[in-house]
């Protein structure tokens, strides 16, 4: 039982350094170039001795991808834990959609980098897969389930993909909007964005969120 105890512990030191040291990085890596951010820096913004970043990741590239892979993976956990597996069109896009506002702040940080690294043409390709990966999950989640609601006639007839494609271009704008002006209130924005398209769809807004 000690052993156990101990062994938690020590995962439970593993677990809150190595969350540090990347939310350290992702904060780096989104408010200046990937080449002007050092380990000796991201050390210093964790707090932790830069040997333990080499350890934990191995060196810069790997911790720059990881931090990302985990702000994804995260995302869609929260997605999949809010929404239940659920089929109700308005809870799935309501799903989607409430996302943007819980995880705003890291996913603009994601937005970042990638258009840093797309306008230097200098894209990792596990970065744009794990970018790629994010954008295939929204556009699979929306289309599939506005298609669905279209054939099973839940919503009114729209056109799947397009409809899709104009919701992932309004939360791409917000996120990028609220760097420009400091003031842009997000979530009020996504909160209307969300009550026109329900509308649009003659759907009625899903009740209270599961912990809301």
Known sequence: MKYETGMNLQQESYNGTSAAIRDAALDLFSTQSYSSVTIKRIAEVSGVNPSLIYYYFGNKEELFITSIEHVIDSAFQHFDSTTFGSEDPAAVISGWLDLHVDYFSVLQKIARVSLDHAMTGNVENRLKNSINRFYDKERIILESVISDS??????????????????????????????????????????FFKSIILSHLNLDAPGPRAGV
């Open 150 to 191: 279209v054939k099973n006639k839940l919503i009114v007839d729209v056109d799947a993909a397009r409809l899709s494609e104009t919701i992932s271009t309004f939360l791409d704008g917000s996120l990028f909007r609220n760097l420009i002006f400091s003031d842009f209130d997000y979530a009020r924005s996504i909160s």
